[in-house]
């Protein structure tokens, strides 16, 4: 019987022998995002108040303007994790190149690397709209104790261990997989303290909602204008509703409480379409395919695809396991 008013802290002991690495070191980890995560959502709260919003002027490795925020949020993961010595290896949004932690540290001898989107849905922020922080951790594959190498972050979405992601909404949660479902965590405030809300979560298999920038339309390949066009026909339970937050974690995370699909497809400009495979995709496939959703870049499970690239781009569609499937034939799988 999951214990509602246990405290996400509780939760990490209690699971920590389930799984099947167990050497404390994951647990140190998600405590690392834990706290990280208090911290960025403790300044994104008061985003409206104090002068930390606009552009820096600078943009990112995607070319993209780059928020006060983003930068933040990336320094205070960074250094949460780097400082107290947790991981051996961190790839960013926020940065072109890996960070090799153990050739600062040679005693180093942590054997997970994390990918991190610090913050995702910044174009929210200053319009006080939810936003949120996404991370996925893989065992490296080179010897522990030696400088990590590119091959350690380049992994396969299916050799993820944990994935999660933080939402800074109406109220602030942890959700996070180790393997073995998903559970969320509710931030009280008042004290600090996460606890478990959300236990076993689940896509409901069917679902209503698609989440689509559909002011990209006719960019669109023919399979997803006809879904589009399916979605919104008048039959049996249809035509469903349309919500777009612009937010992965938000829209993502709407959708397996409620049920539907998120789509960011490929077009004439963007050949791979927006969201980054090893940041964004890979961690919110794999919670979702532990909710029971489906994950897909209309071909192909996104957990399958080998990795060429710390920022490679890729097709999402991702959402309740038949409305995947609808997308997927009409793509012509
Ligand atoms: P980020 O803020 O990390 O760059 O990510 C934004 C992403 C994603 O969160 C969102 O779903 C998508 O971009 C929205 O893109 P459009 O504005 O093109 O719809
Ligand atoms: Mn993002
Ligand atoms: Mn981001």
Request: charged share 20%; glycine share 10%; net charge negative.
């Amino acid at each position: 019987m999951p214990k509602i008013n246990q405290t996400l802290g509780e939760f990490i002991i209690e699971h920590q022998s389930s799984f099947k690495y167990s050497s404390g070191e994951l647990s140190r980890l998600i405590n690392s995002i834990r706290l990280a995560a208090k911290v960025v959502n403790y300044e994104v709260n008061k985003a409206g108040l104090v002068d930390i919003l606009g552009d820096i002027g600078d943009t990112n490795v995607q070319g993209e303007a780059q928020q006060k925020l983003d930068v933040y949020a990336h320094d205070k993961f960074v250094q949460t994790l780097t400082k107290r010595n947790i991981v051996c290896g961190i790839a960013s949004e926020e940065e072109e190149d890996f960070i090799c932690i153990n050739s600062i540290d040679a005693n180093n001898q942590n054997k997970y690397v994390v990918l991190i989107d610090p913050l995702d849905g910044s174009s929210n922020i200053d319009v006080n709209v939810s936003v949120g922080t996404i991370f996925s951790v893989y065992r490296r594959v080179t010897p522990v104790g030696s400088p990590v190498l590119i091959e350690d972050f380049l992994q396969k979405g299916s050799e993820q261990v944990a994935a999660g992601y933080v939402i800074y909404g109406t109220s602030t949660m942890l959700v996070y997989t180790t393997g073995a479902g998903v559970n969320g965590f509710t931030l009280n405030p008042a004290i600090g303290t996460f606890y478990l809300s959300h236990p076993d979560m689940k896509f409901p298999k069917e679902g209503s909602i698609y989440s689509i920038n559909e002011g990209n339309y006719v960019h669109f390949p023919q399979g997803v204008k006809d879904y589009l066009k399916y979605c919104q026909k008048e039959q049996g339970n249809r035509p469903y509703t349309s919500r777009y937050i612009g937010s992965l974690v938000s829209d993502c995370h709407r959708n397996m409480i409620k049920g539907g699909i998120y789509l960011y497809p490929q077009t004439a400009q963007n050949p791979n379409g927006k969201l980054r495979l090893l940041y964004e995709c890979n961690p919110m496939a794999f919670i979702t395919e532990q909710a029971g959703g489906k994950a897909s870049n209309g071909t192909e499970r996104i957990l399958d695809i080998s990795p060429t690239a710390l920022h490679q781009r890729v097709p999402f569609y991702c959402g309740s396991k038949e409305m995947v499937n609808d997308l997927e034939s009409f793509m012509g799988n």
